[in-house]
């Protein structure tokens, strides 16, 4: 494999296999998005495959390759939990000109979405709050959670986007607080930190998540469609009466630093808006890689992510140059 000073996923793809970069290219231009991103990641494979083998046995791992979720827990210490939330309270503050606009007009990735979505506020970080960012990602990605989610995609990975937000309580949940599967190729992993509790039933903010055999068999089933914001449900009984399949739905009992690990375009899943308090969450977005994370991190920082915080659609891209 040539060694390459440029860490990118272009460059490293230009050099090891110009045939193969070509080839994504003219599947990029022909619109045939999903077998472009299923290519990239056999590329990225291979390269994992040809470095040192970072097999892991971990029981998360075997959750996440088999049910589509894991939890992780204590992924961060409470220093990491205690400047997050700052960066959160700051905002709702008003020290955040783009989180005062987003709880003004309510939080929107799409058209059409309803005023009561002004429940989940996202934050926008400002460039004064990347080294805080890159010091949390460090932080969060530990050995753990990295050795699940390589050997989950048998990839290396970088981090595509973040997302800092705060969930209150609310009576009209939408969005992504009803059952879903996310719109992204289907290697893209999500990890969600908690920065609160979620209590043990939830009521603090929690996510349900339906294990991705049952996932298969209600799509199967309803042929739900998801994409369509206003055919979502709250509850996935309005469309799959089986209760053997329902029965399968599992809400994690998350503490302050804990992680849970999904595969959002494989899996329903579902946010749970809180009761009360609220929840306060970092959500990392992964998306596979021919470079370690780290490489990615150091050569391409932040700034990049910083127009991908609210709703960036990973599916119609060049998965190679996203």
Not at 169 to 176: E, L, Y
């Amino acid at each position: 494999m040539q060694i390459v000073s440029d860490t990118s996923n272009l460059s490293i793809l230009k050099a090891v296999n110009p045939a193969v970069y070509q080839g994504l290219e003219n599947t990029v231009k022909a619109g045939q998005f999903e077998n472009a991103h299923q290519l990239y990641l056999q590329m990225c494979r291979t390269v994992k495959a040809q470095g040192q083998n970072n097999s892991v046995s971990l029981p998360a791992v075997a959750d996440l390759v088999t049910k589509g979720f894991c939890r992780i827990p204590q992924v961060l210490d409470e220093s990491a939990i205690r400047e997050m939330r700052g960066l959160i309270e700051r905002a709702f503050r008003g020290d955040n000109s783009m989180v005062r606009k987003l709880m003004e007009g309510g939080q929107k990735y799409f058209e059409g979405l309803s005023e009561s979505e002004q429940f989940h506020h996202c934050v926008a970080v400002t460039e004064s709050d990347l080294p805080l960012m890159k010091s949390f990602i460090v932080k969060a990605l530990n050995m753990s959670v990295v050795s699940a989610v390589e050997a989950a995609l048998q990839s290396h990975f970088y981090v595509n986007h973040f997302m800092i937000s705060r969930t209150l309580p609310t009576k009209n949940p939408s969005g992504s607080f009803t059952w879903h599967r996310d719109t992204a190729p289907a290697s893209q992993i999500h990890i969600m930190y908690y920065l609160t509790d979620s209590g043990e039933k939830g009521e603090f903010g929690s996510t349900d998540f339906l294990p991705l055999k049952a996932t298969q068999e209600v799509e199967a089933k309803s042929a739900y469609n998801f994409r369509d914001m206003k055919s979502r449900v709250l509850d996935l009984a309005e469309i799959c009466p089986d209760k053997d399949l329902l029965d399968q739905i599992e809400r994690p009992v998350m503490r302050a630093g804990d992680a849970i690990i999904f595969s959002a375009p494989q899996v329903l899943h579902s946010g749970v808006a809180p009761v009360s308090l609220q929840r306060d969450a970092v959500l990392l977005v992964l998306q596979p890689s021919l470079a370690p994370w780290k490489q990615q991190l150091e050569q391409a920082g932040l700034e990049f992510m910083m127009s991908r915080v609210f709703g960036h659609f990973n599916l119609f891209s060049n998965p190679a140059d996203p």
